[in-house]
């Protein structure tokens, strides 16, 4: 119990806590049964997360004397597309749920996120509670409400702003984690050093490669210390209507492009691209002469030094691919970000000094791009 963290989204009549810590996936019909309009919930988790947590997470509601039911559909993002949503709703309707019901998404940002959405939109809007079992959602999908789904045209276009209820992180999980899924989220760990804490990449930096070699003391801290600036940055700009929370996409103009390149495949994965694209964002701000070259060598050599992927000729693996700047820059103009014609991208001048701009060259973005893809 010593152990456990808890950090509370501080928003007016609707706050929530996230609890961090070993040992909760067993604890969450617990943690969960003072939140609940009634005694039911239904839970949606996919392939991979379901053998190995589902029938926990069910018992231990069931010892809180609250009923659960459990959907479980196809891992990953080919899950989160219109026809396996519409899917996923009949299955939910087939249930009989009502408006008490709360839904319980348990496994990672996919399930999150498509569950989320489900919640949001199911009897015109039910409960949900968020159980990540990955790093990544543990410290960035899960918290905050943004739920939605891709479509052709990009990713998470369709969605909505909807709040959990409770967001129950076990650290435990993470072991069963391959490598690559930690490194994944580990990039966006590194995010909240880069955007305005300074001294938190210094720690980073510090301790990465002990957080993802599966020490349990630095693993907390690392989701404590990221949940607690997700929630003060969610606190304050809850509906991105500010630049403030869009700061958190970090990254993500490069990394969504490079992901809309790759199908949303498993040739490169959602934090794998982030890291890729902080990278990228911080080489652009060195080149338009906005930050030191330093800390964009320093932001690319951390990163590249615990594994995530710093060349674009390296994602895919042996399947190499043709990039073109021209390209990439038609899948940022298809960003949700993009406003009135213009790109949206989070540059820096400094680690821990992000800042949003629509201001970007083109000419030099392209030649960024290309000079990424020669390298």
């Known amino acids: 119990m010593s152990a456990t ?47 190995l947590y589902k029938d926990r997470v069910v018992a231990s509601f069931a010892k809180a004397g609250v009923k659960a ?30 408006r008490k019901t709360t839904l319980v998404a348990l496994g990672g940002g996919v399930v999150g996120d498509l569950t989320g959405f489900a919640a949001s939109v199911l009897l015109r809007g039910v409960d949900f509670i968020q159980v990540p079992t990955t790093l990544l959602a543990q410290v960035d999908s899960s918290v905050g409400g943004k739920t939605g789904i891709n479509t052709r045209h990009g990713k998470n276009l369709v969605g909505t702003f909807y709040q959990p209820r409770l967001v129950v992180a076990d650290t435990d999980v993470l072991d069963t984690l391959p490598k690559r899924e930690l490194l994944a989220g580990y990039a966006e760990v590194a995010k909240y050093g880069l955007i305005d804490d300074p001294a938190f990449w210094d720690w980073c930096e510090e301790n990465g490669a002990a957080v993802l ?50 199908g949303f495949g498993a040739d490169l994965l ?48 042996d399947n190499r691919r043709t990039w073109d700047a021209a390209k990439l820059i038609a899948h940022m103009r298809g960003d949700k970000k993009a406003e009135g014609g213009k790109l949206t991208f989070i540059l820096a001048r400094g680690i821990g000094k992000s800042f949003v701009t629509r201001e970007v060259d083109e000419k030099a973005l392209s030649a960024l791009l290309d000079r990424a893809i020669a390298a």
């Open 5 to 51: 963290r808890t950090v509370t989204v501080d928003l007016a009549g609707r706050a929530y806590d996230i609890v961090i810590g070993p040992g909760l996936v067993d604890r969450v019909g617990e943690l969960s049964a003072k939140l609940l309009k009634a005694p039911r919930v239904i839970v949606v988790t996919d392939e991979t997360v379901a053998p």
């Open 69 to 98: 039911q459990a959907i479980v559909v196809p891992a990953g993002e080919g899950s989160k597309q219109f026809a396996p949503f519409g899917e996923l709703m009949n299955r939910l309707l087939d249930r009989q749920p009502d």
């Open 213 to 262: 070699a599966g020490d349990a003391a630095k693993r907390t801290y690392a989701i404590e210390q990221s949940c607690l600036a997700k929630a003060r940055i969610v606190a304050a700009d809850e509906r991105e209507t500010t630049d403030l929370r869009a700061l958190l996409n970090l990254g993500h103009t490069f990394g969504h492009a490079l992901e809309a390149e790759t």
């Open 270 to 317: 959602h934090g794998e691209a982030v890291g890729t694209g902080m990278a990228m964002a911080f080489d652009l701000s060195a080149a338009l002469g906005l930050c030191p070259a330093a800390d964009a060598e320093r932001v690319r050599r951390h990163l590249g030094a615990v594994g995530l992927p710093m060349r674009l000729r390296s994602i895919g693996g």
